[in-house]
């Protein structure tokens, strides 16, 4: 799903990895990967607040948060991103820590 904003962009992802990675492991890359991946933990206060483009705009920083095991499988997971899509796409840190999973 992709939901248009004047100058963000929000992305869901469904995610199918080689293996079973814990969530943990999952936020733990993805905070250790760059300086602009944000991972953002999975309470509602904290989402609405921090994984919205009002907080984004402006920012090089990419928060991800939503991340959640899906009943497809083990190797299965969710995340939800928002980007500045006039500085940075939401997606770009994801895909980069995902091929280093791959």
């Not at 992802?13 to 300086?35: G, M, Q, R, Y």
């Not at 206060?45 to 899906?70: D, S, W």
């Amino acid at each position: 799903m992709r939901v248009g904003a004047l100058r963000c962009h929000s992305q869901a992802f469904t995610i199918k990895l080689k293996k079973d990675v814990s969530i943990p492991t999952v936020e733990e890359l993805l905070a250790a990967h760059n300086p602009w991946a944000k991972v953002v933990p999975n309470d509602r206060e904290i989402t609405m607040r921090e994984l919205t483009p009002a907080a984004v705009t402006g920012t090089l920083t990419t928060p991800v948060g939503r991340l959640r095991k899906l009943n497809m499988g083990p190797e299965f997971l969710s995340a939800f991103t928002v980007g500045d899509q006039l500085l940075w796409g939401a997606a770009e840190p994801l895909r980069r820590m995902l091929r280093q999973l791959a």
